[in-house]
């Protein structure tokens, strides 16, 4: 089993995804496509835009959970805040990108509510709040969007079974909860928060669908114009676009040595707690930044909804005049032959990552090399990946079908899939198998009869999240399906340049949907452990 194990990971991961670096690498070997790169001229605005969202998207991110967790952990608010962040890790980057347009926007409801109460003009102002060419309304979409996946690592670091007693230890001595957070969690959260904390820096320098909806367009980020250059009819434009892929690869491995040196340094000049116990402090600050987060997600979800019913609604006012159904109906068999196509990719992209999870967790080798092969997906530019796969598909007709997306989609499900699912496989009691396996029971049988149904709560989160990230795939989906392969997500994405938004809400609220349901539905699963208790 463990042969097959490993045939299965090397055919389907680890063997694609090398060739794909390799074939996404080639073209950018030649010295003349970084200087075709660089003669450009969008090429260095796109850059400062890229780097302005995702290094002030990825700081404000860190900054506000970190906040969020020194103010709320050890109170009651932590536990209801932590229980809040499934629904919003489930929102698609794509439909959250949309909602927070219909927030934002001139025309947006904040200003609608503005001008309704003060008496305003009857026209949407002039104002500059989403594309605008700095790439700041994308650096609030990516710090609001990424808070919610910083704080669920946060989460999971602090129930650790080592700082319960290190602080009940600390709080004995005096220590007020601020100065235990600084000189016990602090030290010990950062360095385990590097490998998240990648993950968000590497997407939100490559990120392109959110980058479409509320980015900058003219130029639009690096990333985005990127992916322009590769559809480009012009074959001469693809040796700049992977040398652009691969500066963004070498830029995020640039910011995160950055990081890892200031981190060295800050441990450095501070190493020893200066023995002021300090005072307890309300949670006032980190309690409101948590309520404005909820009311944001919530006003996204809600405007979301209003607009996918909306008849007539003239500016500035706060409610549609009416609600109608034009918007599904004129939908119609399009919209659901994406939304049958959404969730038949979803689920057969998730059962291919949990099957593979689970086998490489019971089976596989506990080795770096694929754990580092694992990570990779997420650490490099969705850009460089999917174009080398693409490259590696072409040459054998595979583009274009639900099974090449499927297989595409596989890179980034199986990496999520694997992280939500391996705390919960590797604290499960070894005994219960090994009893198993005494009453003459072979390891597969122990782990289909005992093991998996014990871990059924984990594996149906895995799998929720599974479903979220295959719901939420945009350039795997569009590109390996060759433009043939649609989706809510595509759909709506391509809305948002400029489509009907009451159409472009349907899209983005049955995105939403989908995977909020698959959150809803393993969460009520009951606990295999408390069934006969």
């Excluded at 489930?90 to 926007?105: D, E, R």
């Excluded at 650790?160 to 005096?174: H, K, N, W």
């Excluded at 694992?374 to 007709?397: E, H, N, S, T």
């Excluded at 391996?422 to 219960?432: E, G, K, S």
Aim: aromatic content about 10%; hydrophobic content about 60%.
């Amino acid at each position: 089993m463990a042969q097959l194990t490993l045939a299965l990971f090397s055919l389907l991961f680890a063997l694609p995804l090398l060739a794909a670096l390799v074939l996404a690498l080639l073209p950018a070997l030649s010295p003349a496509a970084f200087a075709s790169l660089w003669a450009q001229a969008q090429f260095l605005p796109a850059l400062g835009s890229s780097l302005v969202s995702a290094l002030l998207g990825t700081t404000t991110a860190l900054l506000l959970s970190l906040t969020l967790a020194r103010g709320l952990y050890l109170s009651r608010a932590w536990p209801r805040l932590c229980s809040h962040l499934s629904p919003m890790l489930a929102l698609p980057h794509a439909a959250f990108a949309i909602g927070l347009v219909f927030l934002i926007a001139p025309g947006g409801w904040l200003v609608r509510a503005f001008a309704s109460l003060a008496g305003t003009p009857a026209f949407a102002p002039d104002w500059i709040t989403v594309n605008d060419p700095w790439g700041l309304a994308l650096a609030l979409a990516l710090c609001l969007k990424e808070t919610p996946f910083l704080l669920w690592n946060i989460a999971l670091l602090l129930a650790r079974p080592e700082i319960a007693p290190q602080t009940q230890v600390a709080a004995s001595l005096g220590y007020a909860s601020q100065k235990i957070w600084r000189w016990i969690i602090l030290p010990q959260l950062l360095p385990r928060l590097a490998w998240p904390l990648c993950a968000v820096l590497a997407y939100s320098l490559t990120v392109i669908d959110m980058a479409i909806v509320i980015g900058p367009t003219t130029p639009p980020t690096l990333a985005v114009l990127l992916w322009q250059w590769l559809q480009d009819a012009d074959p001469q434009l693809a040796a700049p676009a992977m040398a652009g892929s691969w500066l963004l690869a070498i830029l995020t491995g640039v910011f995160l040595l950055a990081g890892a040196g200031l981190w060295r340094l800050w441990g450095a000049r501070t190493r020893m707690p200066d023995g002021v116990r300090g005072h307890r402090a309300p949670p006032g600050l980190a309690a409101a930044l948590a309520t404005s987060l909820l009311a944001v997600y919530l006003a996204v979800l809600l405007l979301t909804l209003l607009w996918s019913f909306a008849g007539l609604w003239l500016f500035p006012e706060p409610w549609p005049q009416s609600f109608t159904l034009a918007a599904w109906q004129n939908s119609g068999d399009t919209l659901t032959a994406n939304l049958v196509t959404s969730v038949c990719l979803a689920i057969a992209s998730t059962v291919a990552a949990l099957t593979l999870a689970l086998l490489w967790l019971e089976y596989g080798p506990a080795h770096r090399l694929g754990h580092s092969l694992l990570l990779a997906p997420l650490l490099l530019p969705q850009v460089l990946l999917v174009a080398g796969l693409y490259r590696l598909a072409l040459p054998w007709q595979w583009e274009g079908s639900l099974v090449t997306v499927v297989w595409a989609q596989l890179f980034w499900v199986f990496p999520y899939v694997m992280i939500v699912l391996a705390p919960a496989y590797r604290r499960f009691d070894a005994r219960y198998l090994t009893l198993a396996q005494a009453l003459g029971h072979t390891r597969l049988s122990a782990c289909w009869r005992i093991k998996w149904p014990m871990l059924a709560r984990p594996i149906a989160a895995a799998a929720a999240v599974g479903v979220a990230v295959s719901v939420a795939q945009y350039l795997p989906t569009l590109y390996l399906g060759a433009g043939r392969i649609s989706t809510l997500t595509t759909e709506a994405v391509a809305l948002s340049a400029g489509g009907n938004r009451r159409v472009m809400a349907v899209y983005a609220l049955l995105a939403t949907l989908l995977p909020l349901l698959a959150f809803m539905l393993a969460r009520a699963l009951p606990d295999p452990e408390k069934r006969h208790a």
